[in-house]
C-alpha cells in the first residue's frame, strides 16, 4: 500500500517494440548480450556497430535518452572499477601526459566499459518496453522451467508487500525512540529480520492455501498461450543478426 | 428451499491441543446470504477453512449440495465453495489482475476464448473490468476487495464465503461492495464484526463463541438483544 504507481523501469508508450511479443525480445537481448560479450575487444568497430544499433532502437522504441543514461548509472561501480585499471595493470608501457600507463590495463578497461555499457543497455531497452509480468511470461514461453518462473513470478508480486513490511517495522522501532549508532544497538533490527522471516512464511502459507482454494494442484495452468508470428520473430531477431554477423567479422578479420 | 451448504457437528484442534471447532452444525439454503459474528479466536475463520477442506475436521461432516466432502470430491468442492480470504494480499498472488481472475478457471481446465471470457464476465460482476491490465500490488483497498471477489466467482460457484469483506475499506467502498454482494445470486456466508453490513445485507445471522454456534436467528432479532450480544463481545453501534 501507498506504494505509487511509478513504474521506475517501464516506458509506457506504444511504439512497434513496445508490442513485440515478449519471448522474441527476451531471446534477441540473451543473443545480443552473447554476441557481444564474445567480440574481440580490438575491434572497436564492431562496438561501434552495436552501439549505433543500440541508439537506433532507443529511437524507435521512444524510449527517451536521459531515461537510459539514468538507468545506466547502475553499473556505476563496474565502471569506476574498471577505471583503475589502466594504473594497476602489470608492465607499465605507456605514458600519457607523464602518467604511466599498462596497456593491457586499458584494453581491460576499455573491454569491461564497453562491454557492461552495451549490456545493460540491452536489458534496460528490454524492461522499458517490456511490463515486469510480460518478461516472466516470455522466459515461460521460452521453455524456461514453470518452477523457476512461477517463483520469480511470485518474488516480483511479494517484494513490494514484504518490503512495505519491513517499511512498517522500521516506522514502528522509530516511534518508540530506536535510533541505532553503534554495532551493540543491533540486536533489534535482528529479531526483526527473524520476525520479518516468520511474517512471511505464514504468509506464504496463506497464500498457498488461496491457491488450493482455487484447484491448484501442483502445477500452475498455463493461462495465455499466444504465441509469436513468424513476422514478429523475424523483426525481433534482426538485432541479435546483425550483431552475431558482426562478431563473426571481427573475428575473421583481427 | 434446499440446502447449499451444510456441517454436522464438526470438531477441530488446532496441532497444540487446543480446541478451536467443538460440534459446529449449521445449514445455509441457495440464494441465502447469511452473517456469522462472534469474537476474535471463536473459530469463524477456522470454520471457512473447513467449508471447502483446506482444514478436515477430526470429526463431522460437510456437506455441499448432494455432495459430502471427502478425498474424492474435495476438488468439486473447492470449485462450488468460494472462499474470499480475508486479506487480498493473500488471495491475489499472480503478477496481473487477469492472470489472477483467470488462474480458478485454467485449473479448471479452460483455456483460450472460453477463459477469456469468464475472466471478463467476473470483472464485469464486481465492476472491474477496467483493472484488467494493472498489477495487484497498485490497487486501492476496494478495488483489491473487488478484485478478490472476481477470482472466486470466475469459478461459478454455488456459495460464496467472504472473511470479513469489509475490514479496512472506506465507507464508498464498503458501499459499492454492499452493491456488488446483493446482485449476486449464489448463498453467501459472511463473517463480519461490521453489525451494520451484516443487518443491511443478510436476513438470518449466526453467532459463534468459544468453537460453537451459540445463536442463530433472524438478522434483526439477533441485533435487538443488547444482552446476547455483549455475551459474546459484540455491540451494535446504533439501535436497530
Known sequence: ?254 | MSSALSTTDLHYSYPDGQAALSGVSFSISSGERLALLGPNGAGKTTLALHLNGIKRGDRGLVQVGDLKLDDRTVGEIRRRIGLVFQNPDDQLFMPTVSQDVAFGPANLGMTGGHLDGVVRGALAAVGAEELRRRVPHHLSGGERRRVALATVLAMEPSVLVLDEPTSGLDPAGRRELIGVLETLPMAQLVITHDLPFAHELCERTLIMDGGRIVADGKTAEILGDEALLKMHRLEMPYRV
Open chain 1, 1 to 254: 500500500m501507498g506504494a505509487g504507481h511509478a513504474h521506475a523501469i517501464y516506458v509506457h508508450e506504444h511504439s512497434f517494440v513496445h508490442h513485440l511479443p515478449p519471448e522474441t525480445k527476451v531471446l534477441s537481448v540473451l543473443l545480443f548480450v552473447t554476441a557481444t560479450a564474445l567480440t574481440p575487444r580490438e575491434a572497436i568497430w564492431a562496438f561501434a556497430v552495436y552501439g549505433a544499433a543500440e541508439a537506433l532502437l532507443v529511437v524507435f522504441a521512444r524510449v527517451p535518452f536521459r531515461f537510459v543514461l539514468s538507468r545506466l548509472l547502475a553499473v556505476a561501480p563496474f565502471v569506476v572499477f574498471a577505471l583503475f585499471l589502466p594504473f594497476i595493470g602489470e608492465g607499465k608501457d605507456v605514458s600519457l601526459a607523464g602518467i604511466a600507463l599498462s596497456s593491457e590495463g586499458v584494453w581491460s578497461m576499455w573491454n569491461i566499459l564497453a562491454k557492461a555499457i552495451l549490456g545493460a543497455t540491452a536489458s534496460i531497452l528490454l524492461a522499458a518496453t517490456t511490463e515486469v509480468p510480460d518478461i516472466v511470461k516470455g522466459f515461460g514461453r521460452l521453455r524456461v522451467p514453470p518452477v523457476i518462473t512461477a517463483i520469480a513470478s511470485f518474488m516480483i508480486r511479494y517484494l513490494e508487500v514484504i518490503s512495505g513490511e519491513l517499511a512498517r517495522m522500521r516506522t514502528a522501532m522509530t516511534a518508540r525512540g530506536y535510533d541505532p549508532r553503534w554495532l551493540s544497538q543491533a540486536r533489534p533490527i535482528a529479531s526483526s529480520a527473524g520476525t520479518l522471516f516468520v511474517r512471511s512464511y505464514e504468509r506464504g502459507e496463506r497464500v498457498y492455501d488461496a491457491m488450493l482454494s482455487r484447484g491448484y494442484t501442483g502445477a500452475m495452468p498455463a493461462i495465455d498461450s499466444r504465441s509469436a508470428s513468424a513476422r514478429e520473430w523475424a523483426a525481433a531477431l534482426i538485432l541479435p543478426l546483425l550483431a552475431g554477423a558482426t562478431a563473426i567479422t571481427a573475428f575473421v578479420t583481427l
